[in-house]
């Protein structure tokens, strides 16, 4: 008999998100055991659960949510209570380049996952959860004016978001249909430590501390909305306890920035902390062909979950953005292992020989 009082399934555990929401639950709860499902596509790396790797509450599964015998195996082995589904693809960029891998594993996947579940659950859905990590990329693009309210319709715009908009819709229709008990959440852009450079900020911190041109999309006036990754794992675990069964949750930073502003901003500081010339890291901006339709504006309303469940961001963007900067400049190792994609050996190392002694 399993000692914990709940077993909690995470997808896509090892990529930027999953691992600060992993290292959240898993210190926070040693009751709970959390199973944490992955690929390990090239997004997904487990140097960034190094600190939690031998808790005992916690489990590696490596597999794909494409795969539906994976799914069964797993319920029926663990009998989870709760699923906290993250596992996607995830970068606006690789979904222009190459949409069918969205649509695979954000849509199909999610809908393998959901199936799982149901056959597990279908005798007694009392007290399971069913959580869809969303984002707010799925209400389209905004003008200069207005919020992202859960009540906006849906506008997606890039395969990425339309993927993800499908995946939202077939959780809904899953708890309308089956009685499901399903949450969502949908959250602005994340920033923080352990986030793949190929997003703006490390990608752009990179860049900076090894002299390589920045290149901003189109004029850079977007903007964007800025939340500390930790504050959305945190949000997470707020709305996975507390949240209505059935309810989606807006997650947002009110912190808005115009791509070119944060960056000017990476640059000030970044020049500081390396001791170069003000205005040295500036001088790397290069603008380039905008990206193919390129999003104006996201910003989301977070009052429902402030209001309903008392959450809010705990950190200031500055220092927030500071704690960062001084994070990939402190990790050399982890940004050039990522870098040179040697990070890709570990699961190898760590994990295929110990299975094999
Ligand atoms: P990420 O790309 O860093 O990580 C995704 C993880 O999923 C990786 O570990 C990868 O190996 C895994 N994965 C991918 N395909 C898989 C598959 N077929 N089977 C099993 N695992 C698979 O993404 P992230 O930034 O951590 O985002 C996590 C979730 O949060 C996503 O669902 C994303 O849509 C959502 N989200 C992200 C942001 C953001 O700013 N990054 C904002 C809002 C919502
Ligand atoms: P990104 O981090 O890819 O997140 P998203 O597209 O999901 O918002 O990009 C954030 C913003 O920065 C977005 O407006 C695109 C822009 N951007 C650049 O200007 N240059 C770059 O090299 C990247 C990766 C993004």
């Given at each position: 008999?399993?000692?914990?009082?709940?077993?909690?399934?995470?997808?896509?555990?090892?990529?930027?998100?999953?691992?600060?929401?992993?290292?959240?639950?898993?210190?926070?709860?040693?009751?709970?055991?959390?199973v944490?499902?992955?690929?390990?596509?090239?997004?997904?790396?487990?140097?960034?659960?190094?600190?939690?790797?031998?808790?005992?509450?916690?489990?590696?599964?490596?597999?794909?949510?494409?795969?539906?015998?994976?799914?069964?195996?797993?319920?029926?082995?663990?009998?989870?209570?709760?699923?906290?589904?993250?596992?996607?693809?995830?970068?606006?960029?690789?979904?222009?380049?190459?949409?069918?891998?969205?649509?695979?594993?954000?849509?199909?996947?999610?809908?393998?996952?959901?199936?799982?579940?149901?056959?597990?659950?279908?005798?007694?859905?009392?007290?399971?959860?069913?959580?869809?990590?969303?984002?707010?990329?799925?209400?389209?693009?905004?003008?200069?004016?207005?919020?992202?309210?859960?009540?906006?319709?849906?506008?997606?715009?890039?395969?990425?978001?339309?993927?993800?908009?499908?995946?939202?819709?077939?959780?809904?229709?899953?708890?309308?249909?089956?009685?499901?008990?399903?949450?969502?959440?949908?959250?602005?852009?994340?920033?923080?430590?352990?986030?793949?450079?190929?997003?703006?900020?490390?990608?752009?911190i990179?860049?900076?501390?090894?002299?390589?041109?920045?290149?901003?999309?189109?004029d850079?006036?977007?903007?964007?909305?800025?939340?500390?990754?930790?504050?959305?794992?945190?949000?997470?675990?707020?709305?996975?306890?507390?949240?209505?069964?059935?309810?989606?949750?807006?997650?947002?930073?009110?912190?808005?920035?115009?791509n070119?502003?944060?960056?000017?901003?990476?640059?000030?500081?970044?020049?500081?902390?390396l001791?170069?010339?003000?205005?040295t890291?500036?001088?790397?901006?290069?603008?380039?062909k905008?990206?193919?339709g390129?999003?104006a504006r996201?910003?989301?309303?977070?009052?429902?979950?402030?209001?309903?469940?008392g959450?809010?961001?705990?950190?200031?963007?500055?220092?927030?953005?500071?704690?960062?900067?001084?994070?990939?400049?402190?990790?050399?190792e982890w940004?050039?292992?990522?870098?040179s994609?040697?990070?890709?050996?570990?699961?190898?190392?760590?994990?295929?020989?110990?299975?094999?002694?």
């Amino acid at each position: 008999m399993s000692t914990f009082d709940k077993k909690i399934l995470v997808t896509g555990g090892a990529g930027f998100i999953g691992s600060h929401l992993l290292r959240l639950l898993v210190n926070k709860y040693p009751n709970y055991q959390l199973v944490n499902l992955d690929k390990l596509t090239y997004a997904g790396n487990l140097a960034n659960l190094k600190d939690i790797e031998n808790k005992e509450n916690y489990v590696f599964v490596k597999g794909d949510i494409r795969e539906t015998q994976v799914l069964d195996d797993l319920f029926a082995q663990y009998q989870f209570d709760g699923v906290i589904h993250l596992a996607a693809e995830s970068h606006v960029d690789r979904s222009i380049a190459h949409p069918m891998e969205f649509i695979t594993t954000n849509i199909i996947g999610t809908v393998n996952l959901l199936n799982a579940s149901r056959s597990a659950w279908k005798d007694n859905m009392e007290g399971k959860i069913f959580y869809h990590v969303s984002t707010d990329e799925v209400y389209g693009s905004l003008g200069k004016e207005g919020l992202f309210l859960e009540t906006t319709p849906y506008d997606p715009r890039s395969p990425y978001s339309a993927s993800k908009a499908s995946s939202d819709h077939l959780v809904r229709a899953y708890n309308h249909t089956y009685k499901l008990p399903i949450k969502i959440s949908n959250c602005s852009n994340n920033y923080g430590s352990y986030q793949f450079p190929e997003k703006l900020l490390p990608l752009f911190i990179h860049n900076i501390k090894n002299n390589k041109a920045l290149p901003v999309y189109g004029d850079g006036t977007n903007v964007r909305d800025w939340l500390w990754v930790v504050d959305h794992a945190r949000a997470i675990d707020v709305i996975f306890h507390e949240g209505k069964i059935g309810e989606t949750y807006n997650i947002g930073g009110w912190n808005e920035w115009r791509n070119i502003d944060l960056i000017h901003k990476m640059c000030e500081i970044m020049d500081k902390k390396l001791e170069r010339p003000e205005g040295t890291s500036a001088g790397l901006i290069t603008f380039v062909k905008d990206r193919a339709g390129h999003d104006a504006r996201y910003a989301i309303d977070a009052t429902k979950l402030k209001d309903d469940l008392g959450w809010e961001p705990s950190l200031q963007f500055e220092e927030g953005l500071e704690k960062t900067i001084d994070w990939y400049l402190s990790n050399n190792e982890w940004l050039d292992n990522v870098t040179s994609g040697d990070y890709q050996k570990y699961y190898q190392e760590q994990y295929v020989k110990r299975e094999t002694v």
